[in-house]
């Protein structure tokens, strides 16, 4: 019999099952199911090669088959079938034909290149893996840098970043969309990629110039792969979480949205929610998340000295400037949240519907900061307990809820799920910090946030631009100098934030003091 047909192939064979499928969904237009049978065929590539080298008697020919199957059955189901689903989808003039062709050619040249190598590894004449996706080698240097404490270097990659991807967007939106939503999509996709590469290719320059000052140390490798995997792998699983049940979310939530009787577009509804009001709201925070990213180094070494003291010191002002600028942002998006939509998105549903997800920013703020802390304090497997908690109690709510009370549902769901993952997150780095909250600053620091909304709505109403600078410079005016008033913000805040952006020094010291 030709062909190999024990355990090890199973699942690989499942995928090419899956692929077919989903091309003849795609031809038949039922693109969910598509998509869908994509994604089975993901998961069984995902463990099919675990599967496989779980045998231990495994032969020659096994081997050697196995990676060969493996690369066409992949063809099938990440080659194909997305280029006959987008093909569906009305990719059908000459230019997009030529895309999908030069897609289907990069995977099989893909394919083959790594059963090159694949072949020469099981053979013993080469062992090395050359190839990472784009996203997760910047994601690796991202984090290199984020750990050696070059903020300034994040900073200026950023920013070109967000430039990069605007301009090819914009480019391709104007000169090559020509108002065709798919051509649209597939012009916001290009512009990340391309931004995602340029991304890669500066920080790797950056890399190499750093290396070529450093001395030419010959250490002792030191066995970190599983320490390394007890971090990743409940992240990795968490964001895998986080996906899947943001996938079905999306599903449900225009469904379920449909059954409320007073809900005439319950898709434009949630699409202002999801694509407007959500973007302006955490837009204000990526400045907090970069403060993240370098608290989860900094408290892991303090951890792994055990300076409890410190752990206890980093996390008290981490959370109060996270609580002080989540009460700024908020307050700024509450007061000027009618213009601001005006202005970005010329809907007025927007604005309404930011003021009440404003009044949720300090809340998400700080807990941005406080999950940082916890992963930071090696507390990953708590954040995938609370991550999955959440999210099944997230699905339940909106199946529940948003029938009998529309967009109303959904905030409240939204308010219950985050407000319950914020408190199991911030009692865990209680216990494992032995950090306090101080009540006094937090009342203080409301009370001057409502009083700063209070003194911004007697600002006169201007449309436009003017409008939301006269708004958010007003409150920020009034909010700044009630802080300083009563105590809650002092000079030692503004240097522990000057100190924490540091690069680190010739010993290795974070510049956090």
Avoid at 178 to 188: I, L, S, T
Avoid at 328 to 341: D, R
Avoid at 362 to 391: E, F, H, I, W
Wanted: aromatic residues 10%; hydrophobic residues 50%; contains cysteine.
């Amino acid at each position: 019999m030709i062909g190999f047909y024990d355990y090890t192939v199973i699942l690989t064979y499942m995928g090419a099952l899956a692929g077919l499928l989903g091309i003849g969904m795609s031809i038949q237009g039922l693109y969910i199911n598509a998509i869908l049978c994509m994604a089975v065929a993901l998961v069984c590539d995902t463990f099919d090669g675990i599967v496989a080298r779980a045998k231990k008697n495994r032969t020659k020919g096994e081997m050697l088959f196995g990676i060969q199957i493996d690369s066409l059955c992949d063809l099938i189901s990440f080659g194909i079938c997305p280029a006959t689903l987008f093909y569906k989808l009305g990719m059908e003039k000459p230019l997009d034909l030529m895309l999908l062709g030069a897609y289907c050619l990069c995977c099989v040249i893909r394919l083959g290149y790594f059963n090159t190598l694949a072949v020469q590894a099981e053979l013993g004449t080469k062992g090395d893996y050359r190839g990472l996706p784009v996203v997760c080698l910047g994601g690796v240097m991202t984090g290199y840098f984020t750990a050696a404490g070059r903020i300034r270097e994040l900073v200026a990659v950023e920013i070109l970043e967000q430039g990069v991807s605007m301009a090819v967007t914009v480019v391709l939106l104007t000169r090559w969309a020509d108002g065709d939503p798919g051509r649209a999509c597939c012009a916001v996709v290009g512009g990340s990629s391309v931004a995602s590469l340029v991304t890669l290719l500066s920080l790797l320059i950056l890399r190499g110039r750093e290396e070529n000052r450093l001395p030419d140390r010959r250490e002792e490798p030191v066995p970190v792969a599983g320490r390394l995997l007890r971090v990743a792998l409940p992240l990795a699983l968490a964001d895998d979480l986080r996906m899947g049940i943001s996938t079905v979310e999306n599903l449900i939530v225009p469904r379920r949205l449909g059954l409320f009787p007073h809900s005439t577009e319950p898709l434009a509804e949630y699409g202002v929610v999801c694509g407007m009001v959500f973007p302006t709201l955490m837009f204000p925070a990526s400045i907090l998340y970069s403060l993240a990213e370098l608290l989860v180094p900094e408290m892991s070494r303090c951890a792994a000295g055990e300076r409890r003291k410190r752990i206890a010191y980093l996390t008290g002002r981490s959370l109060r400037v996270a609580l002080l600028y989540g009460l700024a942002a908020g307050g700024v998006l509450f007061t000027a949240a009618e213009p601001l939509g005006m202005v970005l998105f010329d809907n007025p549903l927007v604005g309404r519907q930011l003021r009440y997800f404003a009044l949720l920013a300090p809340m998400l703020y700080v807990d941005a900061v406080t999950d940082a802390n916890v992963k930071g304090m090696g507390q990953q497997v708590a954040c995938v307990r609370y991550n999955t908690v959440t999210s099944f109690l997230d699905v339940v709510f909106l199946w529940l809820l948003l029938p009998r009370f529309g967009l109303w549902g959904y905030y409240l769901s939204f308010l219950v799920t985050h407000a319950l993952n914020f408190g199991l997150s911030f009692f865990r780095l209680q216990k494992v910090t032995g950090f306090r909250p101080q009540g006094s600053v937090v009342f203080r620091a409301l009370g001057a946030m409502a009083l700063s909304v209070w003194v911004a709505s007697l600002l006169p109403q201007v449309g436009g631009w003017g409008g939301v600078l006269l708004l958010g410079a007003g409150f920020c005016s009034v909010f700044f100098l009630l802080l300083v008033i009563l105590g809650v913000v002092g000079r030692e805040d503004l240097h522990w934030i000057r100190g924490l952006v540091r690069p680190v020094d010739k010993r290795g010291q974070a510049g956090v003091s």
